[in-house]
């Protein structure tokens, strides 16, 4: 009887494929471990075929492996043959090499991750700096001065006399200080950092005019800098940032009910203060305390709730109703070859996840000073939305090789470094070799499998039908193992068939692209990855990323960092391709198997009709401001965002002859694990001025005033959703708080209920300065969109695109007789140039 045996960590061997009938199930790992699941769903996985010898090992008959030997025997660490005279071992020394070099790769990055620990969790202390003080203690002490008060000397007497180290008195002195120095050095680490959390829950700065900064602040400007120098990794900051407050219940219903008086008339509101009073005499309490109580120990009250109830335990498809989409640059374009494109940026991903693993990313800081949360980065690769019948669940894995290729309705595994899926190795494959990879899968003419063409729609379909399909059908077997490979892989890539491109002579080019990138065919994207990377034809790209995990300003640094690269730092040769030669001797990328029957297909087909339905109600209406951007803007002397948001008001009741509940997305990372806060947009103060702007019959000067109380009001708004003073996640949490202990609050009931029938988010930008904007200014994104969030509202997405221009995504739905996204977007181009026109402003101007 002939035996192999595989001497192999579980990270760098998978299991081999058995056929039908043959099946070994694997466990799926948590925290991203590998337990026996391993990448087996692929169409060249080695395998032992029949001989003459009848003592040789057969895989059972029903088993269908595949002819490439080769691999196969480099993959065998030692060969054992069964023999009338005993055993005949055959090793394999090639196989033991990589296994060595495997656990050595393996090793340094554990010595990184714990360096990066040590470096992280002394910040802003460092080893220079505790040298520092040895030497300031070793120095006073040959000066005959005692800055120990004593301390060094009782650390001496109470060393233990019997180790030879200490034998000497020398020796028990030096060590005697250098155990002094490390508790000075410690402590005094642990008082900076709780100095810098002080001055970091601060928030005085931001509320202060620009240009009129008091001399408090600026002495608390120079503190944070002090505390915070040195060269600080990308967590260093975490446990020095301050908790997110809970706001009184009192403030929030105050701030509540101011919110919707111009939604309400008279009797509604008087109403609402009913029950808003009666809320807060009676219930609140009791859950306030509660939610005081969760914000002590947990790193933030809001976020994990958050997390779970708006994204995790929505049954509906997250396509269109959750994930969003981001743009390629869209006045540029450095090549036209689809896989060179793709290997160029992948490259720069990956290179990027690198930095991430290593902490080399610097902290976002705002003004260029205040540290924010990094916390959302962690999951940004190797990531997966796993669905359930009641919830899902984000899996991140430690570790991902290989990326999930999707090309004409096949599904591929590309591996991202040198060596194959069993020979790993540590070295990133280069752009050339990318693009040589891809251009593979593009050539390849092979058909899809039974079923596999629509096999994504699952993911765009009902969360329910998608888990419940998931564990019938890909449970065990090679449909487990191949999804296993797109599961764990860094990210999806779609190899798409179409082109599409921004051509600003043909203003319906911008939202064809989006509509693109926001569902696609219904079943060429993966909506659980974390990110799907879209290659379109003509080498024009885009993202459409999944929400749960992290919100766009997250992943646009990624984007940021990936399109600069590519142009700034790889580039291309003259006949567009990526620079340098290919490896030719590169194992090619592996076709992931499936054995999808007919019930399966059933279920593909149910959640394609699905998604279909739902992408086909969509309507994107995209285009580009051209008039003017932020330069103009500034002249008016308020913010560009209050500006937009302002206009907003003024283009909706324009469009529907009413105000209704807006939301505008801002962020929490000043604090530890902060994610969003909404703004609430229509206001009191932005209403009066609608209202004046439509009666025209106010003089300029009065409607000068009503936009700058308007516009004022806003960004307060904002200041306090960004400081935690905001009003829907307190509300947010109280009412899970309520349904926790059985309590019914009619007030958290309807707060709860309304819909926000205009939904708004600006798009940020220039987040990491890889280029100078002013130089390259054609170096734009369009930024992203996303669907509407109420089935009768928009859904509005804005980048204020430098100095001159402005990007509008605009989505509503076709089946609602009340919206028309092209007719909002009309009312959006005159509202902006009708604030403008107040302030007798021109683009030639600014």
């Known amino acids: 009887m002939e035996g192999r045996v595989l001497v192999a960590a579980p990270h760098l061997f998978s299991q081999p494929k058995f056929g039908r009938g043959c099946q070994v199930p694997g466990r799926a790992g948590r925290g991203g471990r590998s337990e026996g699941r391993g990448d087996t769903g692929q169409s060249d996985w080695p395998h032992t075929q029949a001989g003459g010898n009848p003592n040789t090992f057969l895989l059972p008959p029903r088993c269908h492996p595949t002819p490439r030997m080769a691999e196969a025997h480099q993959a065998v660490a030692f060969q054992f043959t069964v023999t009338p005279d005993g055993f005949d071992f055959r090793l394999s020394r090639e196989a033991l090499k990589h296994l060595y070099l495997t656990e050595i790769n393996a090793w340094k990055k554990r010595l990184i991750r714990i360096k990066n620990g040590i470096l992280r969790g002394v910040y802003p202390g460092s080893p220079t700096s505790w040298l520092a003080v040895v030497m300031a203690t070793v120095g006073s002490s040959y000066c005959n001065v005692d800055i120990s008060n004593g301390l060094v000397y009782y650390i001496q007497k109470h060393l233990p006399e019997r180790y030879v180290p200490y034998q000497t008195p020398q020796t028990r002195a030096l060590v005697s200080m250098a155990i002094f120095s490390t508790g000075v050095w410690i402590v005094g680490i642990f008082f900076f950092r709780q100095t810098l959390k002080l001055l970091l829950s601060y928030h005085g700065w931001m509320f202060e005019m620009h240009g009129q900064t008091s001399r408090s602040t600026k002495v608390w400007a120079a503190c944070v800098r002090l505390l915070s120098s040195g060269r600080p990794m990308l967590y260093s ?18 701030r509540y009910l101011e919110s919707v008086r111009p939604l309400l008339d008279d009797k509604k509101y008087q109403r609402m203060e009913i029950l808003a009073k009666e809320f807060q005499d009676k219930t609140a309490p009791r859950l306030q305390k509660y939610l005081v109580l969760k914000s002590w120990w947990a790193t933030n009250y809001v976020s994990d709730w958050w997390e779970e109830y708006i994204y995790l335990r929505g049954r509906n498809p997250l396509m269109v109703n959750s994930n969003y989409y981001a743009m390629d640059f869209v006045l540029i374009k450095n090549t036209d070859v689809q896989a060179a494109r793709l290997g160029n940026i ?197 993202l459409n990323t999944e929400h749960s995990w992290a919100d766009a300003p997250v992943m646009g640094h990624l984007w940021e960092f990936a399109l600069g690269t590519d142009i700034f730092h790889l580039g291309y040769t003259e006949t567009g391709h990526c620079v340098g030669k290919p490896n030719l001797t590169l194992t090619p990328p592996q076709r992931l198997q499936w054995d999808i029957p007919e019930r399966c297909q059933a279920a593909i087909e149910s959640s394609y009709q699905v998604a279909k339905a739902l992408a086909d109600d969509v309507e994107l209406y995209c285009f580009q401001f051209f008039p003017f951007g932020k330069g103009l803007i500034k002249k008016c002397r308020t913010s560009p965002d209050a500006f937009v948001q302002i206009a907003l008001q003024l283009a909706h009741f324009r469009d529907k002859g009413k105000f209704c509940l807006t939301y505008e997305a801002s962020m929490t990372r000043l604090f530890r694990e902060g994610r969003t806060e909404t703004v609430r947009s229509c206001t009191n103060e932005s209403t009066a001025f609608v209202k004046a702007m439509v009666q025209g019959s106010h003089t300029k000067a009065d409607l000068q005033n009503l936009f700058r109380k308007a516009s004022e009001k806003h960004q307060n708004l904002y200041r306090l959703a960004m400081t935690g003073a905001g009003i829907d996640r307190h ?72 100095e001159n221009t402005i990007f509008f995504h605009i989505s509503s739905k076709f089946s609602s007789s009340e919206t028309n996204a092209q007719r909002f977007g009309n009312h959006i181009r005159q509202a902006l140039l009708d604030i403008a026109d107040l302030f007798k402003v021109s683009k030639a101007d600014s």
């Open 237 to 254: 900051f975490q446990t020095s940032l301050p908790k997110l407050p809970v706001p009184s219940v009192q403030a929030t219903i105050q």
């Open 731 to 802: 509300l947010f949490c109280l009412y899970v708080v309520s349904k926790y202990l059985g309590v019914s609050s009619p007030f958290l009931a309807e707060v709860l209920s309304e819909p926000w029938r205009l939904s708004t988010s600006q798009t940020a930008q220039f987040q990491i300065g890889m280029f100078d904007p002013k130089k390259y200014p054609n170096h734009l994104g369009a930024g992203g969109g996303f669907g509407p969030v109420a089935d009768d509202g928009y859904g509005v997405s804005y980048m204020i695109a430098g």
């Open 346 to 542: 992948v490259h720069a991903m990956i290179t990027y996840r690198r930095k991430l693993d290593r902490e080399d990313i610097k902290p976002v800081m705002a003004l260029g000073i205040v540290p924010m949360c990094s916390n959302q980065m962690e999951r940004m690769f190797n990531t997966t939305r796993i669905p359930g019948k009641e919830t899902d669940v984000l899996q991140h894995f430690n570790e991902s090789r290989h990326v999930a290729v999707y090309h004409k309705g096949r599904f591929f595994k590309v591996w991202l470094y040198e060596g194959s899926n069993l020979l790993k190795g540590s070295n990133l494959l280069k752009p050339r070799d990318l693009e040589l990879q891809f251009q593979r899968i593009l050539d390849d003419p092979s058909p899809p499998q039974p079923g596999e063409e629509r096999l994504a729609a699952l993911t765009a379909g009902g969360r329910v039908e998608w888990a419940q399909a998931r564990q019938t059908f890909f449970s065990s077997g090679k449909n487990r193992a191949a999804l296993d490979a797109i599961e764990r892989a860094a990210f999806f890539v779609v190899l798409d068939e179409e082109s599409h491109s921004y051509d600003p002579d043909n203003e319906a080019s911008l939202s064809l692209y989006g509509k693109a990138l926001l569902h696609g065919n219904c079943y060429n994207r993966w909506f659980d990855k974390s990110f799907t990377l879209v290659a379109f034809k003509n080498a024009q790209l885009g």
